[in-house]
């Protein structure tokens, strides 16, 4: 157990529809992190916000948001969900928002859109 | 061309068979290097972490950095049925707060 915790862990939802992704990081660790990933594709970064900040951005669309909350846990806001947003949504969190620390993964949230 | 190369696999091998993972990376920036197990449908999981270039060893686990050849590999010793799973690389850089991944190799071992 990374200590990271994400739900839900499933969700079925309809096109069109919006969902939410919640994250709590580990205990102590100011910086969290999203990443999707798609069935045979690699980890793709999305976002990372440290200590309530917006400190990163990767391929995050536009119809995507987050935030992080004065409590540190994190939202992924997904909207005008398309058939290719079908995938495993990781959070993860590092002690700090610099790259020499490591960071630790969430189970994930899976993805259907239907 | 990816800024990290990850062979994708299938790799089958014989239990109690020597391992061996690689990467390939373009920017020689990248100063931390990292290894991830992930067990189908869950969350990568931490196994190796060195800084810069040289070996570490955790068990049955060793991880190489040579920088000069932009090449990192991952060793398992003695591989179990158990370390089936996907091993992915991932990368970062002072002044950055991204790590890049690999796609990650798929590793069956066979019992």
């Known amino acids: 157990d990374s200590g990271v915790t994400q739900t839900p862990k499933h969700l079925i939802t309809a096109t069109g529809q919006r969902v939410t992704l919640r994250c709590s990081p580990r205990?102590?660790?100011?910086?969290v992190y999203w990443y999707q990933q798609s069935l045979d594709q690699g980890l793709q970064f999305l976002i990372q916000?440290?200590?309530?900040?917006?400190?990163a951005k990767g391929n995050i669309l536009e119809r995507f948001s987050a935030q992080q909350f004065p409590d540190l846990h994190s939202e992924l806001n997904l909207s005008s969900l398309e058939l290719g947003d079908s995938a495993l949504y990781f959070c993860a969190s590092s002690v700090a928002g610099s790259s020499g620390n490591t960071i630790y993964f969430g189970e994930g949230s899976w993805l259907t859109v239907v | 061309q990816k800024e990290v190369e990850q062979d994708p696999g299938p790799l089958s091998v014989p239990e109690g068979a020597i391992v061996s993972l690689n990467c390939t990376y373009s920017?020689?920036?990248?100063?931390?290097f990292m290894w991830y197990r992930q067990y189908s449908r869950k969350g990568p999981e931490l196994l190796m972490y060195t800084y810069s270039s040289g070996n570490k060893e955790d068990g049955r686990f060793t991880a190489q950095v040579d920088k000069s050849s932009k090449y990192i590999s991952l060793f398992i010793r003695d591989s179990q049925p158990s370390d089936s799973a996907t091993y992915l690389c991932a990368m970062s850089f002072s002044g950055t707060y991204k790590y890049i991944f690999g796609t990650g190799t798929r590793l069956k071992v066979l019992a």
């Open positions: 916000y440290y200590n309530g900040e917006e400190r």
């Open positions: 920017n020689s920036a990248f100063q931390y």
């Open positions: 205990s102590g660790d100011l910086s």
